[in-house]
């Protein structure tokens, strides 16, 4: 029996690149979500080329076009029903959603954010990592609920802060660890392994809970191109 995948549309507004890591994901006629579009509210985000040049319909719905965020959200929701969209996906969607257009989709949409929440929510992430001295950094995902970057953890991986890092390097070392968990989270929802119930994040379906333990939770690797392990070994307990 074929297996029906979850129709998935991507939110973007800038360079896609967790946008491309869900295209390449489910590229694999295995992969239990298909990406049937893109949507982004500026015209000029990078990711509607890289879309386009791997077949996925892309619609532009401009802010600027709309009088209010209600209606550009109504705007957002057509051309969601457009593509026939069972779930979808935010990857570097950057407007706060409306709740009505929220609990809409509530259960049925995701989010990634690169810090462990519900730690350094919002923007500059990774400087503000820095700024409180954290020795552990990471990404999450999750269910997005109308409080932001507040809704249900579907997943997370943790990344070491070096004591050499920069804003930038750090933020390299965590856009490898969103690359590896988004599609992996997506996969969990699209499969039903992963479902929202009562405010929560609900798990089922594994052969057994070592294996649930190991999905839901990651340290990708390689952390970093080359890492200093005696540097690792002074801030690590």
């Known amino acids: 029996m074929m297996m029906q995948r979850k129709r998935t549309a991507i939110l973007i507004s800038g360079r896609g690149s967790n946008m491309t890591a869900l295209i390449a994901a489910a590229s694999d006629?295995?992969?239990?979500a298909e990406i049937v579009g893109v949507i982004s509210d500026k015209p000029d985000a990078a990711g509607l080329g890289i879309a386009i040049a791997r077949?996925?319909?892309t619609k532009v719905v401009a802010r600027s076009d709309h009088p209010g965020k209600d209606a550009h959200d109504a705007a957002i929701d057509?051309?969601?029903a457009g593509f026939g969209a069972e779930l979808v996906a935010?990857?570097?969607?950057?407007?706060?959603l409306t709740t009505p257009f929220v609990e809409?989709?509530?259960?049925?949409?995701?989010?990634?954010h690169p810090a462990l929440l519900p730690s350094?929510?919002?923007?500059?992430?990774h400087r503000r990592a820095l700024d409180a001295g954290m020795r552990i950094h990471g990404c999450t995902v999750h269910f997005v609920t109308p409080a932001m970057d507040e809704g249900p953890v579907i997943a997370q991986a943790a990344v070491p802060v070096m004591l050499d890092d920069t804003e930038n390097s750090l933020?390299?070392?965590?856009?490898?660890?969103?690359?590896?968990?988004?599609?992996m989270a997506l996969r969990l929802v699209a499969e039903g392994k992963a479902r929202m119930e009562d405010g929560r994040a609900v798990f089922s379906g594994f052969a057994d809970s070592d294996t649930a333990a190991g999905i839901v939770v990651a340290a990708p690797n390689p952390l970093r191109t080359n890492i200093d392990l005696e540097q690792l070994a002074r801030i690590t307990p």
């Open 171 to 183: 933020a390299a070392r965590v856009l490898k660890a969103e690359h590896q968990i988004y599609p």
């Open 120 to 125: 350094f929510k919002g923007l500059d992430t």
């Open 104 to 112: 809409k989709w509530q259960g049925k949409m995701i989010n990634i």
């Open 78 to 80: 057509a051309a969601l």
């Open 29 to 32: 006629p295995d992969f239990p």
């Open 90 to 96: 935010l990857a570097g969607y950057m407007r706060l």
């Open 55 to 57: 077949g996925i319909p």
